[in-house]
């Protein structure tokens, strides 16, 4: 059986791409057992779609819908494939979490739920067969008007998976410097996370489990990348890292005990660690950790469901300076009913916090999430009802629409006076230079306009002076919400 994966190039997005490891775990598991793969990756280079496929000579075509930006190219790809005759199967975090949207917009076979690698050998054992593939569990598609779910899948037991196969993509466009390691990759040892945060999709999705791979299938892929790539730190893609105090030191000293010495990067969660265990996890190889700190308010903390202990915060991030490792501190604002009186203690917070950088986001309501269906139940969201609508909605850039009880203006004021002086502040230590922040997103952008065409170029030079430019006014030129809010920072 022969299946092409895409990964679709993404619209209005200035970010560096990163290592598409779902669609390489889900390829390397079907040429593991006997099936031919192949991984056009359109983030990276964009091609000819109609020529790919005829090269190649599909039976399936799978199409990996992480973000709603890339709507518009997997439209593309996906009738492209539907003319040559390949079947068409959407997977990916956005698809799984709202399959009735994706069929309402588009005729393709079918869409693989959660988690793919077992769903995936399933179908095309059964495709390859002769067998039906309706009968496969975690597939959603579509019979006389109406979506049929079959039934839902397990979870894979990750020890049954193999190593990744980093020959199916070109692993080097990848790999860029982060935090003042020369090349990073993006892996995982975990997926899921037991959080209940209401903003996040992890309840559905996840299912609120926490999984873990085998060390050694890690270690294997860390020690390939390392030996043919050159790669010196890691980047934990995992939504939790470090589960527990006992699951933090078990993992810290299996990697010192590797004698690998590479460098990470992990997202985890505030309050729950002491001194000893960030020196421990400095001595592993820990240069920076991201933190999702979201609210100073105590009472949208609670709200949200976020279950950090609020007194521990700061503590937190004073115990990792004294470590020597980087901190990363991340806020939303903008959540439903927040006022003023929160947004001041979220301010406030973000000034008071010793965090090597502060990014601000806007709240933004996503499938599969509490707070989502609690708007969209209520009336006071209407979600977009096309592919087009939906590449078009830009809370990046804005709150829109503006859930809270606080002034657009003053939102975008306040994340972009944070934004900005993150761009100016030095790096990440005392040799850094003034806005090496700043340099590093304007390289991220370049990158970008590598293996695309000038159209693609273009459009992501104005967007990216858009976003500058809007981050520039916000922060300068909004004197009364700056007085307002006392947004003085060092």
Same mark, same amino acid.
């Given at each position: 059986?022969?299946i092409?994966?895409?990964?679709?190039?993404?619209e209005?997005?200035?970010?560096?791409? !990163?290592f598409?490891?779902?669609?390489?775990?889900?390829?390397?598991?079907?040429?593991?057992?006997?099936?031919?793969?192949?991984?056009?990756?359109?983030?990276?280079?964009?091609?000819?779609?109609?020529?790919?496929?005829?090269?190649?000579?599909?039976?399936?075509?799978?199409?990996?819908?992480? !973000?709603?930006?890339?709507?518009? *190219?997997?439209?593309?790809?996906?009738?492209?494939?539907?003319?040559?005759?390949?079947?068409?199967?959407?997977?990916?975090?956005?698809?799984?979490?709202?399959?009735?949207?994706?069929?309402?917009?588009?005729?393709?076979?079918?869409?693989?739920?959660g988690?793919?690698?077992?769903?995936?050998?399933?179908?095309?054992?059964?495709v390859?067969?002769?067998?039906?593939?309706?009968?496969?569990?975690?597939?959603?598609?579509?019979?006389?008007?109406?979506?049929?779910?079959?039934?839902?899948?397990?979870?894979?037991?990750?020890?049954?998976?193999?190593?990744?196969?980093?020959?199916?993509?070109?692993?080097?466009?990848?790999?860029?410097?982060?935090?003042?390691?020369?090349?990073?990759?993006?892996?995982?040892?975990?997926?899921?996370?037991?959080?209940?945060?209401?903003?996040?999709?992890?309840?559905k999705?996840?299912?609120?489990?926490?999984?873990?791979?085998?060390?050694?299938?890690?270690?294997a892929e860390?020690?390939?990348?390392?030996?043919?790539?050159?790669?010196?730190?890691?980047?934990?893609?995992?939504?939790?890292?470090?589960?527990?105090?006992?699951?933090?030191?078990?993992?810290?000293?299996?990697?010192?005990?590797?004698?690998?010495?590479?460098?990470?990067?992990?997202?985890?969660?505030?309050?729950?660690?002491?001194?000893?265990?960030?020196?421990?996890?400095?001595?592993?190889?820990?240069?920076?950790?991201?933190?999702?700190?979201?609210?100073?308010?105590?009472?949208?903390?609670?709200?949200?469901?976020?279950?950090?202990?609020?007194?521990?915060?700061?503590?937190?991030?004073?115990?990792?300076?004294?470590?020597?490792?980087?901190?990363?501190?991340?806020?939303?604002i903008?959540?439903p009913?927040?006022?003023?009186?929160?947004?001041?203690d979220?301010?406030?917070?973000?000034?008071?916090?010793p965090?090597?950088q502060?990014?601000?986001?806007?709240?933004?309501?996503?499938?599969?999430?509490?707070?989502?269906?609690?708007?969209?139940?209520?009336?006071?969201?209407?979600?977009?009802?096309?592919?087009?609508?939906?590449t078009?909605?830009?809370?990046?850039?804005?709150?829109?629409?503006?859930?809270?009880?606080?002034?657009?203006?003053?939102?975008?004021?306040?994340?972009?006076?944070?934004?900005?002086?993150?761009? !100016?502040?030095?790096?990440?230590?005392?040799?850094?230079?003034?806005?090496?922040?700043? +340099?590093?997103?304007?390289?991220?952008?370049l990158?970008?306009?590598?293996?695309? *065409?000038?159209?693609?170029?273009?459009?992501?030079?104005?967007? !990216?002076?858009?976003?500058?430019?809007?981050?520039?006014?916000?922060?300068h030129?909004?004197?009364?919400?700056?007085? +307002?809010?006392?947004?003085?920072?060092?």
């Amino acid at each position: 059986m022969r299946i092409l994966f895409f990964n679709p190039s993404m619209e209005r997005y200035t970010r560096q791409v !990163s290592f598409p490891i779902g669609l390489v775990s889900i390829a390397t598991y079907l040429k593991a057992n006997g099936h031919t793969v192949k991984i056009i990756d359109r983030t990276i280079k964009t091609t000819n779609i109609r020529k790919e496929i005829e090269d190649f000579a599909p039976d399936i075509v799978g199409i990996s819908v992480i !973000s709603t930006k890339s709507f518009g *190219d997997s439209e593309k790809i996906s009738i492209a494939a539907k003319k040559y005759g390949a079947k068409v199967v959407w997977g990916g975090i956005f698809a799984s979490l709202d399959p009735e949207f994706i069929f309402k917009n588009i005729d393709i076979d079918f869409i693989s739920i959660g988690e793919g690698e077992e769903t995936w050998l399933e179908l095309a054992d059964a495709v390859e067969s002769g067998g039906n593939p309706k009968e496969v569990a975690g597939l959603a598609y579509k019979e006389n008007g109406n979506v049929i779910y079959t039934p839902e899948r397990e979870f894979t037991d990750l020890s049954i998976l193999p190593p990744s196969d980093f020959t199916l993509i070109d692993v080097d466009k990848y790999l860029g410097p982060m935090y003042g390691a020369k090349k990073t990759a993006l892996l995982y040892i975990s997926k899921g996370c037991y959080g209940q945060c209401t903003f996040c999709f992890n309840s559905k999705f996840h299912r609120r489990c926490h999984r873990e791979r085998p060390l050694d299938v890690f270690f294997a892929e860390v020690k390939y990348l390392m030996e043919n790539h050159d790669v010196d730190c890691i980047y934990f893609a995992d939504e939790l890292f470090g589960k527990n105090k006992a699951h933090l030191r078990y993992l810290c000293e299996a990697f010192i005990e590797s004698g690998l010495g590479f460098k990470w990067v992990a997202q985890t969660r505030a309050g729950y660690f002491d001194l000893e265990d960030y020196k421990l996890m400095k001595k592993a190889g820990c240069i920076a950790v991201d933190f999702g700190i979201e609210t100073g308010s105590p009472s949208m903390l609670e709200t949200i469901k976020k279950n950090i202990p609020y007194n521990k915060i700061i503590e937190t991030f004073e115990m990792c300076r004294e470590a020597e490792i980087i901190t990363l501190a991340n806020f939303i604002i903008g959540f439903p009913d927040e006022t003023e009186e929160q947004l001041r203690d979220t301010i406030e917070m973000a000034k008071t916090i010793p965090a090597t950088q502060r990014t601000f986001f806007f709240f933004m309501p996503g499938p599969g999430s509490e707070l989502y269906d609690m708007l969209v139940s209520s009336g006071r969201y209407t979600p977009p009802k096309t592919f087009r609508e939906y590449t078009n909605v830009q809370f990046y850039y804005s709150p829109k629409p503006n859930f809270s009880k606080i002034p657009t203006k003053e939102l975008k004021a306040v994340r972009a006076y944070f934004l900005w002086k993150g761009f !100016s502040r030095k790096y990440f230590s005392q040799t850094a230079r003034t806005y090496d922040i700043a +340099k590093k997103d304007i390289v991220d952008v370049l990158k970008q306009f590598k293996g695309h *065409d000038l159209k693609f170029a273009f459009q992501l030079l104005l967007i !990216s002076a858009y976003e500058f430019l809007d981050i520039f006014c916000y922060a300068h030129f909004c004197p009364s919400v700056i007085k +307002k809010y006392d947004l003085n920072i060092d």
